[in-house]
């Protein structure tokens, strides 16, 4: 991290002005987010792939709101100054006055400092209902995880030119409803490309090619040790590395120098 100061939305927005990139991690316990704040992210994020990589499920639908709170605080407690990001679980934010609640638990009880949510227009009026109470939001698009079934698995999205229209006036809307942050996760790098271009909020990629403002691996994906195959377009970071803080400070001097990700871990 650049400065050893608090990282907030207005950090991450002055990077993307710079051209800086900006390195996320993702984080369940407290040792793991000591070793990720030392090695300099800018951004932790408790994701609900915590159902996968860490509870053994293959998706992250049976996440619950209290497996966020618990993984949450854990990381919370070991937290700095990366910015904690929190992931909304699967159907925590169907309606307005539940988002409200549990965005406002993840906070209160589980140390959040911005929350993330899954979809574009279904979830425009919730993006705007929890920033107008002071809730900061990250909106995520492209290959969202808990509308798996209904995208028919886990694969590329916005390669047709309608889905890729969809995604970019979803990015629009989003940011209007207050979003301070975007996830784009796998689409095409030329679509990730002009989203960030047209987007004054920062953009963080995760197999959305070189161009977005910042990169996100899963940690278990970056030290090789998914349980399962590992995504195309994530790299083991260990393998060339001494040890583990060795390999967290290599991405994210790779995400910094541009180095990552390359052709190989992008998509057409
Ligand atoms: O849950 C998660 O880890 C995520 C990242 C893949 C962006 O949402």
Excluded: W
Excluded at 64 to 87: F, K, P, Q, W
Excluded at 88 to 97: E, K, N
Aim: with cysteine; net charge negative.
């Amino acid at each position: 991290m650049a400065d050893s100061v608090p990282v907030t939305k207005a950090t991450l927005r002055r990077m993307k002005e710079r051209g800086e990139k900006i390195s996320c991690v993702t984080a369940y316990d407290a040792s793991f987010t000591r070793l990720l704040e030392e090695a300099g992210v800018e951004v932790v994020l408790v994701g609900d792939s915590l159902g996968m990589v860490v509870q053994g499920h293959d998706s992250t639908l049976p996440v619950t709101m209290e497996d966020m709170l618990y993984h949450s605080a854990c990381v919370a407690r070991a937290g700095r100054n990366a910015l904690r990001i929190v992931d909304m679980p699967f159907m925590s934010y169907s309606r307005i006055d539940q988002a409200l609640e549990n965005a406002a638990c993840l906070m209160r009880e589980g140390g959040a400092q911005m929350v993330k949510l899954e979809g574009g227009e279904a979830v425009v009026d919730i993006v705007q209902a929890l920033t107008t109470q002071g809730i900061p939001v990250c909106a995520h698009l492209g290959l969202t995880p808990q509308s798996v079934h209904q995208l028919g698995g886990y694969r590329v999205q916005g390669r047709e030119a309608d889905v890729a229209q969809r995604l970019h006036d979803d990015a629009l809307r989003l940011q209007e409803a207050g979003a301070s942050v975007l996830v784009l996760e796998c689409i095409p790098a030329a679509l990730a490309r002009q989203v960030s271009a047209g987007l004054h909020i920062p953009t963080i990629g995760i197999g959305a090619g070189p161009d977005c403002d910042g990169q996100v691996l899963v940690l278990y994906d970056l030290l090789g040790i998914t349980p399962g195959k590992r995504p195309s377009f994530s790299h083991d970071f260990l393998a060339d590395a001494a040890d583990i803080p060795a390999a967290l400070r290599a991405f994210v001097e790779a995400v910094k120098t541009g180095r990552f990700p390359d052709a190989q871990h992008s998509f057409d």
